[in-house]
C-alpha cells in the first residue's frame, strides 16, 4: 500500500510569513509529486509539480523534494489571506493514478 | 480554452435511485480519471480510463458502480441503487497523453443521497 501522509493541521501563519507544508511518503518506487490547492466546496487546482530531487521555484511557490529521505515539501513566500486553503499532497508511484494525503488546512492570519 | 467540465454539479438521489455523472476532459486530454472526496477525507482514486478501454479500476467497489469512456460523448461514472455511504464529492480529471500524471481536475460532482 503506497501511502501519502500529511499534518492535517491547521497550521495559522501571519501574512507576509513562510508557510512550510510537509508530506512523506511510503513507497521509494516514486516518480513524481504534485501539490494541489483546494479552497472550501471546490476542486482541486494544481499548483505545483516536483520529478526529481531539489527545489523547484515558481513565484512565491517552492516544492522540494528528497527521495532518500521519502518527503516533499511545499514553502510559501509572502503568505497572503487568498492562499488559506487546504494544500493536498499527491504521488505518482509509477501507475498513473495519484495517491493524495489527507490534506493540510491553512490560516493566513492577516 | 475550456477545462474540464462534468455535470451535473449538485445531484440528489434516494436510496436505490441511479445515479450518472458525466465528465468531459480537457479537449485533446484522452486519459481519464474518476476520484471520490468523502467529507473532511483525501482524494481516493476510483478508475482510470482512456477511450474505449478502462486501464484501472482497483479503486471501483466492487459492486454497483461502472465507468465508461465511449469513443464519442463524455466520460460516465454511474452508481447503481444508491446509499447514503455514497453521499461524496466525485471528481474528474483528464490528462495529456505525454503527461498521464499531470491530472487536471473539473469542479466535481456533489451527490446527495436521502
Known amino acids: 500500500q503506497k501511502e501519502v501522509e500529511q499534518n492535517s493541521g491547521p497550521l495559522s501563519v501571519p501574512e507576509g510569513a513562510i508557510a512550510s507544508l510537509n508530506c512523506t511518503y511510503s513507497?521509494?518506487?516514486?516518480?513524481?509529486f504534485f501539490w494541489y490547492r483546494q479552497y472550501s466546496g471546490k476542486s482541486p487546482e494544481l499548483i505545483m509539480s516536483i520529478y526529481s530531487n531539489g527545489d523547484k521555484e515558481d513565484g512565491r511557490f517552492t516544492a522540494q523534494l528528497n527521495k532518500a529521505s521519502q518527503y516533499v515539501s511545499l514553502l510559501i513566500r509572502d503568505s497572503q489571506p487568498s492562499d488559506s486553503a487546504t494544500y493536498l499532497c499527491?504521488?505518482?508511484?509509477?501507475?498513473?493514478?495519484?495517491?493524495f494525503g489527507t490534506g493540510t488546512r491553512l490560516t493566513i492570519i492577516p | 480554452n475550456a477545462g474540464v467540465m462534468q455535470n451535473p454539479r449538485h445531484l440528489v438521489r434516494r436510496r436505490g435511485q441511479e445515479a450518472r455523472l458525466r465528465c468531459s476532459p480537457v479537449k485533446g486530454h484522452s486519459h481519464v480519471y474518476w476520484y471520490r472526496q468523502l467529507p473532511e477525507e483525501g482524494l481516493k482514486f476510483m478508475v482510470y480510463l482512456q477511450k474505449e478501454n478502462i486501464i484501472d479500476e482497483s479503486g471501483m467497489p466492487k459492486e454497483r458502480f461502472s465507468a465508461e469512456f465511449p469513443k464519442e460523448g463524455p466520460s460516465i461514472l454511474r452508481i447503481q441503487q444508491v446509499v447514503r455511504g455514497d453521499s461524496a464529492a466525485y471528481f474528474c480529471?483528464?490528462?495529456?497523453?505525454?503527461?498521464?500524471?499531470?491530472?487536471?481536475f473539473g469542479p466535481g460532482t456533489r451527490l446527495t443521497v436521502l
Open positions: 513507497d521509494r518506487v516514486s516518480q513524481s
Open positions: 499527491a504521488g505518482n508511484f509509477g501507475n498513473e493514478k495519484l495517491t
Open positions: 480529471a483528464s490528462s495529456p497523453r505525454e503527461h498521464t500524471d499531470t491530472q487536471y
